[in-house]
């Protein structure tokens, strides 16, 4: 993420681009949404079992924190507070991660990254001094560091995905880290860690190689073969200490970025035999990028489903010019959508510790278009193995703090659907032309989004829908190519008649999921009525 000289980038972006039961009730939807007709014709899928990409990472639905606003001090750790556990982390927000199953967290930045040493956050508390983070230009007290961030993601049950600062940071440096962290002892680093009280390695297993090197906001900033080369260096450097290492390189920040593609072409062939993946960054706005129409908004993801295929093609070619076996995959490990709280004071610390940054508050119709990122991701989980929802806590996050306790926000809903239905392999969801509507420079848009998942475990079916149409409910019909559905085990919609409504403190539930109409069956299709702007979830047992 940027601080205000990214706003400029961001304004180009539009150029380029809970679980029921059987026997539950279902219908809750039908005493709540607005009336309205229905399409005449319905969209129709067909689902097979026997048709599906291969396992998708439960890491596709990670999430982040960056020292950066009151996402660590104030969010995930609060010492002074009432509600902090004996390690001084938030007891309320550490039980709701955990309830989340959140599977992976990027840790520290982000652009804080790019300036920070990580041995100012090591070591006694008392011996710890407070540094000015020039990125977000607010104060770091340091008494959250490394190993109270992956104390806290052993606390909530997710893995670290740690990047390492390549900015004014050093290879040596790098590596020094991963030693610190990964070696169980007899060096220097590791030595230090059981001297600073941790004795057993944390094995940190996957890293970022820096953090969005290709924007003139990054402290370090630096051109694409600059950037490569220290990133293979790098990444040498860490696997000498542990060859078992996954690394990410720093792809384009954007599709706003006039070096979009080039940049990760350059950087790829600069790194590729020393990396395994390339990070993706995206935020999506309903201002200026959408010039406020909601229907074009809610279409935004298909831009990201377009993102990944191209910077996937350069991954490609550049293994076809190396005449390499090995395959890229994606890292998505910025994503959400982020356009209010991005200029002046939003993005200013003051020189403050924990200021209230980039605190974004988001409505119905963010929710949605976040249900349809994930759809994105769903299908394209064959490339793509992590993503992160940025953030977690407090900024631009589904989750909000106060002293006394939390909320959920609007795209909290369709980010915890994923978690909880989303397992096993995506589906390959084959569809029939059905109605859509045009958006510039995407084309012609469906009006209903699908994307499912088949757990062979688990014997369950999951669908996900989202009804773009701002004004007409929409029937779905899906047949069953591999035998009818047993049972229905799931329904939820979220919906309203106000796109622009929001939850808070005074309102929590003002946005929340209904249970949705129940679907009716006929041998092997199934048809169900989706409402107008409304993205859904039902699981089946086969």
Known sequence: MARESRRGFLRKAAATGIALSADCAFGGLARARQAASPSSSPYKFYLDTRRTLPTLDRNIFGSFLEHLGRAIYEGIYDPNSKLADANGFRSDVLQEIRKLKVPIVRYPGGNFVSGYHWLDGVGPKADRSAVLD?????????????????????????????????????PESAAALVEYCNVEKGTKWSDLRRKHGVAEPHNVKRWCLGNEMDGPWQIGHMSASEYGEKAADAARQMRYVDDSLQLVACGSSGPFMPTYLQWDREVLEQCFDYVDAVSLHRYFGNGKETDGDSSRFLALNLSMDKQIAEVASVCDYVQGRKKSSKRLWLSFDE????????????????????????????????????????????????????????????????????????????????????????????????????????????????????????????????????????????????NWESGGSSRLLAGWVLTGKDLKAVNGFDKPDRVEPQAAERPVNSGTTTRVELPPRSYSVYQWAM
């Not at 976040?370 to 940025?390: Q, T, Y």
């Open 335 to 478: 994503w959400n959508v982020w356009y209010r709280a991005n200029s002046g004071s939003a993005v200013n610390g003051n020189r403050q510790i924990a200021p209230h940054l980039l605190e974004e508050v988001y409505n119905l119709e963010d929710a949605l278009l976040v249900g349809g990122l994930i759809n994105s991701l769903v299908r394209n989980s064959n490339r793509v193995r992590v993503a992160c929802l940025a953030q977690l806590i407090n900024v631009i996050a589904p989750i909000m703090t106060n002293g006394n306790g939390l909320y959920r926000q609007t795209i909290y809903y369709p980010y915890s659907w994923a978690l909880d239905y989303a397992h096993g392999a995506a589906l390959e969801v084959l569809r029939e032309p059905g109605a859509t509507y045009e958006v510039p420079e995407l084309g012609q848009v469906p009006y209903v989004d699908v994307a499912g998942t088949f757990d062979s475990a688990g014997g369950t079916v999951s669908l996900f829908l989202l009804n773009r149409d701002l004004n007409k409910s929409r029937q779905v019909e899906w």
């Open 134 to 170: 020039k990125a977000w230009n607010t104060i770091d007290t340091n008494q959250f560091g490394t190993n109270e961030f992956l104390a806290w993601c052993k606390a909530v049950g997710a893995e670290p995905l740690f990047a390492v600062n390549l900015g004014t940071g050093t």
